[in-house]
């Protein structure tokens, strides 16, 4: 399209809108609408207008006192709609990889779909640890870390619906079967924030997992390691797994506009 023509057709109101916006800085936190209407090289009367309606969609904020001008955090949606858009595996990958190298095990995400997890990012371990778990496997929520801890981070009064919607079908001796250990279990997973699965789907892997949550506080996916369990040893799971695996569930969470509040659950 030529110059001439895009010019034709841009919405000189709100480039400029947009253009007030990307003046607010780190060195610049804060501007008056003189400052305002300098940098941008016009006179006062159209920044004015602008300002006025930035102000009342809730963008920018007037402190009483000073007359000057601050962004809200209104402007941060802006981005997680971005972000929210993008594929969580585009995301996810160099954490995932990260993690993986940390750990040693393979690294994952993971999301619920009804009574299953669906993974969605896979990052294979390199050697002997490797668990063989692809993009779009679905395996039984109660009887994984990821899925656990994605159970224990919805409402409570949906945990016995979501329970008896699934067969809670054992797949080894150490599978738990009983809503009311199931139950126990997603309470304490959800106080401590991780998850733990030992031999309950598969013998001998053990998985570790930690939520991820969007700008809600909703826990929209879980991040995991798995490996066989003489690879995860409860001291390099203590030392090593599980800072790797909250961290990088803290990261990821960031990037979906989480923001952590102590004592929030």
Known sequence: MAKLEKDRYSASSLVRGLEILKLFRAEQPTLSLAEIANQLGIGRTAPFRLLFTLQSLGYLRQNEETKRYELTPKVLELG??????????????????????????????????????VFVAVQQARGPSTVHVSVGSRLPAHATAVGKILLAFQPKDAWEELLLLSDLQSYTKDTKTMMTAILKELDVVRKQGYSVSSGEFEVGIRSVSAPIFDETGRAVAAVSVAAHESFLPDDHVANCVLPAICDAAEKLSAFYGYQHVKGRG
């Open 80 to 117: 997680f709609a971005y972000l929210n858009t993008l594929q969580i595996t585009e995301v996810a990958r160099p954490y995932l990889e990260e993690l993986r190298d940390r750990s040693g095990g393979s690294a994952h995400i993971g999301i619920l779909d009804d009574t299953a997890v």
